[in-house]
């Protein structure tokens, strides 16, 4: 029981032939929409493939290069009747697969078919994206103003006053007008059609739907459509010729609707081109193609080199391990002290673990991490008691000086770590000072991370000063040689000071 | 077509490695083993967080979609997609939301192009519905979840194991699904190369589901060179497109997948589908494409593939501990301790959480006097460990072991004295 259309005979038929029976009531529109995609798609995209689809290898061209996506809902079947790559997704999600679809193969033509449900109500979101991201992609949306497999249940698109099956007294809830939204979103064409008695209304929608294909970005075709047996059976337009005719009334062309007075303008919807603005999609944008180009940089600048390597003696799963936390304010660089550790100690040869530390204690302008290394396996990467802590201000002094063991070390920044509380394990430095006096950063604070990771690392015999530096240089050095190079100097010097005293 | 759209095109099709490759992600520590077999001579060395270890493997593997949103702790995912992904010659969305996050992540990969997304369980729990979608459309793809405290908001930057058991049933009806927790950055590189070629090979979604710690900490890797990246793609049809079955009967019970726009027309939908991918009603054909996607990935070789497990020190154990993640490096410790004062103690560690690999835990079930289960949730992979003890027991003829259970669920870790303490107890 095929839904009728206004057939040209002359056309090829774009459906396929396994699918033998539609789920549409006799007399729906959608009917008339699918008839109108099919039209819309041989001429436009026989034009822009250069084939002729009165040729069976021009179809067959057209048919490879659609791909259809569409949602839930009466409409949302329409792909499974035609014979291109269609895909039939989740309820209202069809412009977010599509979306995906289209950037991985822009050479496709991409043709969404969905239902006022499901676009403007579970995925009004998707739709309103999909407008501002201005994908080459075009959307025909059949308004019937209801969720129709459902059974009459109204939609954001129902007019106030009238019943649905979920709006037993009446829609109480005021519709919104999708033109606006569309526009409002960013969508570059907006065009509105309608299924009605009238020849030239189909042929109207042909035509809308073949400039929509044609527009280069994202286009929303929506056609007051109607459901004749649900929404239809609630508010006295049963019958499909009837519903055609109610629409008939409730429409004019878009030239003569702009001229009318606002009250018309409420009553009535227009029909034609909306609004067209001519601008690039999203894959064709500058800002596109410099992002391309800066990415293509990146990866070449990340490219890793390849060292060769051999078996190796099976690594000690009890090695000693030796824990390390870097702490002080936000903005000192603590963090990256443990990222630049870790490197160090891979040249070293040895094997370490780099935890950065989120959490709310971090947030409130502290902030440290803890890194593990050991000549052997690491497993757990956390450890009851640090053997090293490197505190730079007297807050994150306070905080974990009872975290580090009774044999542990901790080295504090004596320019702001004033109360030392006697503790045995202390080694003062005046890291602040030695920075401002001897590296002089033009930003305060700039390098006292190096400064205190080249003084611990060396001082507590950690890691090589060649291994510190190389990790180093290859690190934030890159950016500031001159300046890491004088932090990297003051730290070994403090080292080689404490270690006489 | 232009040359660079060949191009693509080609590698789409590019049939998978012919030869037994260098590196073989069904062994734990693969690239290690490689190295040690002297099958590997050169590899990459280099730091990386777990993260950006996991997208890396990802573009290694040759994904070329990613489809996201932000969320904590998964985020670098995101954002190294979106600094190297189009410098590969692929293409990323940051999304309106997490559901569209994973449906572009399906759109790319039914266009022919190997694609993933990346969450953190509120997110994970958003993807569910297309999740499902993927499973039953055998979409081939990749959905990273790492794992922070739950329900709800709960603690978005602190580690957690709590979406074990969403990963296993988050999405509505029967479903398989593959789930893999990796426990070291060398492991988030290689679980991800192994969860594409997976997801590629047996045309279904493969949920990588590191802990938050696993993937915010930093290690040392190696890796191997880019042209020996173990890289399986998803089987092309080899008939005439009129003859073409996207769902159709094949000896591996995987159907071919082509991608669009190559003349190999197909229909892909959550409705129930006949073997051209057409809606139907047929109760035979309905139960034939229910079983058969379990089938898929029971057979010997998908199982080979799938499943795998790390025995650590668990040969003669009698006192058994199952852990995973970031939870299996403190047991690793445990046991290291319970061994040293003589305790027979063993760990095995599903890296692959599902299917969970029954045949490699029986006969540690069989002899352990006694299980302990430790992870960062109140028990989700313990009733599995459970399950797995009960049915171990009854083919052994022998009562079922004890299993006890470390919990924990207050944004803190298990350190190796709480596994230590219950292995000696």
Known sequence: MNAPFVCSLEMPDLRRTQMRRNIWCEGCGLGNMQRS??????????????????????????????AMVSGIGCTSRMPGHLDFNTVHTTHGRSLAFASGLKMARPELTVVLAAGDGDIFAIGGNHFIHAARRNLDMTLIVYDNHSYGMTGAQHSPTSPQGEVGASAPYGVFEPSFSLIDLAIGAGAGFVAQ????????????????????????????????????????????????????????????????????????????KP??????????????????????????????????EVEAVSPQPET????????????????????????????????????????KNYGPEARGGEAYSDVTISDGEIHFPQSDRLDVLVALNQETFDKFRKEVAPDGRILANATAVRETYDDPRVIASPIGELLAREVRPPKRELGINILALALALDYFGLMSREAVTAAVMKSVGKKNPALN?????TGFAEADRLKGL | M????????????????????????????????????GRLKQARRTTLGGNDAIAQAALEAGARFFGGYPITPSTEVLEYAARHIMGHGGSYLQMEDEIAGIAAAIGASLGGVKAFTATSGPGFSLKQENLGYACLVEVPLVVVNVMRGGPSTGGPTDPGQSDVMQARWGTHGDHPIVAI?????????????????????????VILLPDAKVAQ?????????????????????????????????TASGVPPLAPFGEGYRAHFTGLYHNRKGLPTKDVRLIDQLQKRIHAKLETKEARADILKTESFLAEDAEVLVVAYGITARAAKDAVLEARAQGVKAGLLRPITLWPSDAGAFAPHLARAKKVVVAELNLGQYRLEVERLACEAARAAGTPPPPVIGIHRVDMRLIAPRDIHQEIVR
């Open chain 1, 37 to 66: 995609i099919q039209v819309a798609l041989m001429r436009q995209l026989g034009r822009r493939l250069g084939v002729d689809y009165m040729d069976p290898a021009g179809v067959e061209a057209i048919k490879n290069n659609v």
């Open chain 1, 193 to 268: 059609g309608a299924v009605t008695t009238l020849q030239e209304h189909q042929d109207q929608l042909d035509e809308l739907i073949a400039e929509g294909l044609a527009h280069k970005g994202f286009s929303f075709i929506n056609v007051l459509g109607f459901c004749h047996t649900g929404w239809g059976t609630r508010n006295k337009r049963a019958e499909s010729f009837r519903y055609r005719q109610h629409i008939e009334q409730q429409i004019a062309s878009v030239e003569r609707w702009r001229e009318m007075t606002a009250e018309e303008r409420a009553r009535l």
């Open chain 1, 271 to 304: 029909l034609g081109v909306i609004h067209r603005v001519a601008r690039p999609d999203l894959q064709n944008t500058p800002g596109y193609a410099d992002c391309l180009a800066r990415s293509r940089k990146a990866v070449e600048a990340g490219r890793e």
């Open chain 1, 316 to 355: 000690d799963l009890r090695a000693k391990r030796t824990s390390l936390r870097f702490a002080g304010s936000g903005g000192q660089g603590v963090i990256s002290a443990g990222e630049i550790a870790l490197a160090a100690a891979v040249r070293a040869g040895k094997n370490g673990v780099f935890m």
């Open chain 1, 485 to 489: 190079q004088k932090a990297l100097a």
């Open chain 2, 2 to 37: 232009s040359a660079a759209a060949a191009e693509a095109a080609q590698a789409r099709r590019a049939p998978a490695a012919g030869s037994a490759p260098v590196i073989d992600l069904r062994r734990v520590n693969a690239v290690r083993e490689a190295i040690q077999a």
């Open chain 2, 181 to 205: 927790a990796p426990a070291t950055v060398q492991e988030c590189w290689e679980e991800t190369v192994r969860a594409f070629n997976i997801a590629e090979k047996y045309r279904t979604p």
């Open chain 2, 217 to 249: 900490m930093k290690e040392p890797v190696l890796l191997p060179p880019l042209d020996l990246v173990p890289v399986v793609n998803r089987p092309y049809p080899s008939g005439a497109p009129e003859d073409y079955e996207a769902f159709g009967q």
